[in-house]
């Protein structure tokens, strides 16, 4: 609530319905993911599942007292990563009216290899501002592209400054941190992104491993 002479307290415009799709807006959802609730999230019978579930309602209700401290879900594709990410960052808008964004690890790359300016050998501050700046950030598809050694050292420093500003960080990852045996040619996410960063991801990120059959794929099936 908010006092404004002459008219007494109202309700702070902060606080209104309309300030909240502004945020919504400003998030860079994709259409795609409108949807995504956490209620919405199908965990089925998987125990995997339903632990990453109760990870994000617990950053969302203790987003408060957490100390930025994030979460990196890391599992195949279409197991709802994504959609957790996104629901958690939904609800974060929508309960404490944060100023979130939203990222695909790629496209974030392709705006800062755009903005990169070879003379001065700095980024436009448009582009990593925002993502510095954000209340709260997810980074969808981390490793999906493997970066040049220098926008892995612009990554370290975005994720760098979030870490020392305890910015709320959520990552997703088809990228696991192990191989199922020594044979095994998969590549894992220190591959992707490298030591270094991968190292500060545990710092300030609880890894969430997810299992589980493609959604899309079952529910295409069940269609057929």
Not at 118 to 145: F, H, I, N, Y
Not at 160 to 173: D, G, S, W
Not at 184 to 194: F, V
């Amino acid at each position: 609530m908010e006092v404004v002479p002459g008219e007494g307290a109202r309700r702070c415009r902060c606080q209104s319905p309309d300030h909240r799709q502004r945020l919504s807006q400003a998030a860079r959802i994709p259409a795609r993911y409108q949807h995504c609730t956490l209620q919405g999230y199908d965990a089925g019978d998987s125990d995997s599942k339903w632990v990453a579930k109760i990870e994000a309602d617990r950053v969302i209700n203790d987003y408060l007292v957490i100390d930025g401290r994030g979460l990196i879900f890391v599992g195949p594709v279409g197991v709802g990563k994504t959609h957790l990410a996104v629901a958690l960052l939904r609800e974060l808008i929508e309960r404490y009216q944060v100023r979130g964004l939203f990222y695909q690890f790629g496209a974030l790359l392709r705006r800062i290899q755009d903005s990169y300016n070879p003379v001065s050998q700095t980024s436009e501050l448009k582009v990593l501002g925002p993502v510095l700046e954000a209340d709260v950030l997810v980074l969808d598809e981390l490793g999906a592209s493997k970066p040049t050694d220098w926008v892995r050292d612009t990554m370290m420093q975005i994720i760098n400054a979030r870490y020392n500003e305890k910015r709320l960080t959520i990552f997703t990852t088809n990228y696991s941190d192990k191989r199922k045996n020594e044979k095994d040619p998969t590549e894992l996410l220190e591959d992707r992104i490298g030591v270094a960063l991968r190292s500060r991801l545990y710092e300030m990120c609880k890894t969430v491993e997810i299992e589980g059959d493609d959604y899309r794929k079952r529910s295409l099936a069940q269609t057929v």
